[in-house]
């Protein structure tokens, strides 16, 4: 039986190619994709996921969610609207390179559809979570009965040695530091697909190619959005390489579909609120020093990824079409 699986995206150009995966894979079922603001304004982000679906003629629903992060654009100076929008959009743009959507988005708001899907659940659906955490937080605080019935959430978020948008931060948590934190201390199992995981997992030019030969509508739209990252991370953030980019969100779908595509360590992960030059970092403790103040580990943090596997995992699911 396929996995049971909700998405929750802030959808540009990673977040793209994670829901095609998701939708084309044999392994995972999507009860529905919850939308929040990140990479763009939520309306952008839901339109996206539309575009992305209809492209592909995935019938899933998708709900929008939060507008905004729970408190961090409250203070003045620390994280303005206009900053976290241009940051995001630096590499997705505003609305994806698909047609306009023809389907809709249903009329409930994600988190309390969150809240009503998981209540009614027998405890098997896995929360796949590749934007700002707002959304998964707010429907924690609004009913924390929820968290006995997931399984497991799995995070795209976080860095241990790398950061994108602050010395000491990655885009996602830094967006929503307190809903970082309230999703990492939540006492549900969590797997943490950080910075350090998927650069290690990077896609090419070449690999770019050869999915768009693949020729299916998964492998022809991902061909889009791939392209995009890599100029995207020749123009602000080069890597160790000319030409390669890594895509982030989808690798975490990847992990639920074959864990064994990352590895992983299971240490303590806590989230700094502090409003300075650490805000959203990822507080990882690698040492287990944090062992002496009763903090056990929470968390299993992927530290590393196979590339091979993720490519080959790729080509094989976007080769696919929905019947």
């Known amino acids: 039986?396929?996995?049971?699986?909700?998405?929750?995206?802030?959808?540009?150009?990673?977040?793209?190619?994670?829901?095609?995966?998701?939708?084309?894979?044999?392994?995972?079922?999507?009860?529905?994709?919850?939308?929040?603001?990140?990479?763009?304004?939520?309306?952008?982000?839901?339109?996206?996921?539309?575009?992305?679906?209809?492209?592909?003629?995935?019938?899933?629903?998708?709900?929008?969610?939060?507008?905004?992060?729970?408190?961090?654009?409250?203070?003045?100076?620390?994280?303005?609207?206009?900053?976290?929008?241009?940051?995001?959009?630096?590499?997705?743009?505003?609305?994806?390179?698909?047609?306009?959507?023809?389907?809709?988005?249903?009329?409930?708001?994600?988190?309390?559809?969150?809240?009503?899907?998981?209540?009614?659940?027998?405890?098997?659906?896995?929360?796949?979570?590749v934007g700002p955490l707002t959304n998964i937080a707010m429907a924690i605080r609004m009913e924390p009965r929820i968290l006995s019935k997931i399984p497991e959430i799995v995070i795209m978020g976080g860095g241990i040695h790398l950061h994108n948008i602050s010395a000491s931060a990655e885009f996602n948590f830094w967006v929503g530091p307190e809903a970082a934190k309230i999703v990492m201390n939540c006492q549900r199992p969590i797997r943490l697909v950080t910075l350090d995981a998927t650069h290690k997992a990077f896609l090419s030019k070449k690999d770019c190619q050869r999915i768009r030969e693949l020729g299916t509508p998964g492998a022809l739209a991902s061909a889009i959005m791939i392209d995009r990252s890599i100029e995207g991370y020749n123009t602000t953030q080069t890597m160790e390489t000319f030409d390669i980019a890594p895509i982030h969100d989808a690798l975490a779908v990847c992990a639920v579909i074959d864990p064994t595509v990352i590895e992983t360590v299971f240490v303590h992960v806590d989230v700094e609120i502090s409003g300075g030059i650490a805000d959203g970092q990822s507080v990882c403790d690698m040492r287990g020093q944090s062992h002496n103040k009763k903090l056990p580990p929470n968390t299993n943090v992927a530290i590393n990824a196979d590339r091979e596997k993720y490519v080959s995992m790729l080509f094989e699911i976007l080769g696919r079409i929905i019947l």
């Open 1 to 129: 039986m396929p996995q049971k699986v909700i998405i929750d995206v802030d959808t540009g150009t990673d977040d793209a190619v994670a829901l095609m995966v998701a939708a084309l894979s044999p392994d995972l079922e999507i009860i529905g994709a919850t939308t929040v603001k990140g990479n763009t304004q939520v309306s952008n982000c839901t339109e996206n996921t539309l575009r992305v679906f209809d492209y592909i003629d995935a019938k899933i629903p998708v709900y929008q969610g939060c507008p905004e992060a729970m408190v961090a654009t409250l203070t003045s100076n620390r994280k303005s609207q206009e900053h976290q929008q241009s940051d995001g959009q630096v590499f997705h743009g505003t609305l994806l390179d698909l047609p306009q959507s023809t389907s809709k988005p249903q009329d409930q708001h994600a988190v309390s559809w969150l809240i009503e899907t998981y209540l009614k659940s027998d405890g098997d659906i896995t929360l796949i979570a």
